[in-house]
Every structure is written in C-alpha cells, then in structure tokens.
C-alpha cells in the first residue's frame, strides 16, 4: 500500500503556508508571505497575521493541492501546529484544517510546530535520521534538541532571553535597517570585516545554552559611543561583526552539545538558517569533526506547510490522530 498523503497547514506565526507530503516525498508546499504587510509596524501584529491567515489560507490550499496533483478527496490526513506560536494565527489554521477533515470525513492531526522543524531536512534528504543533535534557531525559538529517535527528544539547551532571530530583529530595527532583520542583516554584512568589532559572545559556562541580551547592549552602547566620537565603522563592517557573534554562539553550542552526545549527525532548522554566514560556519565545523550535516534548503528553514504535512505523517504512522474536542497550546513545549 502506497503511503498516506498528509495535508499540512501552517499558521502559527506570519507566514500562511500549506504543504502536501507523502511518506517522505515533498509533493508541493505554497505559502504567502506576510513580511510586507508588518514591515509597515516594525514587526508582527498578532491581530494583523489572523486576519490575514484567514484571507490567504483557503486559495492556498487549493494550489497546494493543484501543484501536489491530488484531488481533496484524495487526501489521507490533515495537519496543523497545536502550537508554539500566536495564539489568534494558531486559531485560524487548526480551525481549519479540523473542519476540512470533518467535512471529508479524514483523521485530524495537531502536531508541535518545532517538531515540524526537526522533520524538514527528512523533505530533502532521504539519510536524515537520528541519533542526531539539532539546532532549531528562528524568530520564536532557539533550542538545541538531542534527537534520539523519531519522536523522542530532550531538549539540551535554549535562549534565557531572546531568540536568535530576534537579536538580529531588534538590532536591525536599532540602526535602522527595517524587517525582518535577519535578511538586512546578511545583506548589509557583504563584504564587511567580521573582526572589526568586538562584541560579546555570553554564557560560556553553559555549553548548551544561548543568550542574546549582553549582546545587544554592547552593539548599542558601542554604536552609541562611537557615534559620539565620530568614528563609526562602515556599515558592512557593524553587521559582520553583529553577525559573527551570533553565528559563532549558535555553532560553538550546537557542536559541544554533539561532543557531549555522540552523535554522528547535525541539522538545523528555523528562519535565521538562511544566514549565509551561518550555513558556511555549520559546514566547516561539521566538516572539521567530521560530522554528517543536514540543512534545509532555505525555503524549508524558514515556516512552511510541508514540514508539518512531514512530523504529521509520523505521528499519523505511530497510529495517532486528534480528537476534535482538540485546541491550540499556545505555549506547547517540545517533548512535554
Ligand atoms: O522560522 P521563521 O521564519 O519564523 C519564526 O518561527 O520565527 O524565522 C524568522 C526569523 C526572523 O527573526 C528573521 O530575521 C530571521 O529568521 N532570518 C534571518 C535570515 N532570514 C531570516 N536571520 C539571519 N539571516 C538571514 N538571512
Ligand atoms: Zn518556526
């Protein structure tokens, strides 16, 4: 018997995305962004994702089923996050996806959000499979989670304060380079020296953990003084260095907690995964200890539909579905 098609649905944050998987097979995965839309806030306004998940999501399930080749009948499972994320955003997907399983008479599956990360690289490469150590980094999140299997996870280390991508959010929006951050970020660092500046890389006595707040005050404190003084470095040169210390936490803590572990393989997962800076790192630390490593193509890091049609898919295999009488959990926490 050929593997199920799972639809998967994906509105926890601002990108209204839908994919259709089958077994591991990526059969297409369509969303609409919602950058612009909050560009004009500084940032994501909750009220504004829901309102426009709610526009974006019915025409989008229909050319992720077009672009799959299958009929709505024809689909197996539906999936969308329980949670992490916004709880109004959450809402309009989970509603969804539940009232479209009702009406076609398919099992409903609400899975975890960064279980659908850590599912992503399975998309695009067949060999991707635990023992493995995974660093999950994005505008939400940054954790680094010890895969021992599929499904079992221990979360080894996390942010204390913000998460990666919002470090280079908020420092983008303090020197005003707009949003996302991240992308203006890798842009304006073309080019720059990365040891032009010295900033701070913090918690060196917890290997596994991450965070991002000494950072920001010595970016603005140093900014500021140099400003003062007239000697402020070129532009390419601030973000470089902004952007190496960030980069250098995430691979220095991903890989002592492979040391730690054992593991022979490492991926990654999230938004701030499109760094350019950041993949170049993972590569060259991966390959210096000869570790195996699984990035997502850029399009798969950042929210999408297919990566939760895919932790879907697995957990509909372990022979679960979820009752109807099931809600959001905004809050939900990998693993618990
Ligand atoms: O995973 P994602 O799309 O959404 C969340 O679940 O948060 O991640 C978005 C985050 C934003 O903070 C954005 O600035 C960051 O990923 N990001 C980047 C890059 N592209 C996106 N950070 C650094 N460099 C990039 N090229
Ligand atoms: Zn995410």
Redesign the pocket.
Known sequence: MSDPIVLGIET????TAVGVVQGTELRSSVLSSQTEVHARFGGIVPEVAARAHVEAIRPLVHLALSRAGVYSDQVDVIAAPEGPGLAGALMVGYSFAKAMAWSLGKPFVGVDHMEGHLFAPRLEHADYAPPAVVALV????SQIVHMRGWGDYEIMGRTIDD?A??A??KLARFMGLGY????A??AASEGGDPAAMSFPRALRDRPFDFSFSGLKTSVVTQLERAKEAGELAPLADVCASIQEAIVDVIVDKTMNAAEATGVPAVAAG???L???R?RERFQAAADERGLRLFLPTPAM???NGAMIAAAAAFRFGAGETTPWTAEVMPGRKLGS
Not at 12 to 15: A, G, L, M, Q, R
Not at 138 to 141: A, E, K, L, N, R
């Open positions: 926890s944050c601002d990108e994005s505008g939400g999140h998460a991508g919002e280079f959010d996302p951050g991240g992308p970020i890798d999230g938004g701030v499109a760094n350019r950041l890091c950042t929210d």
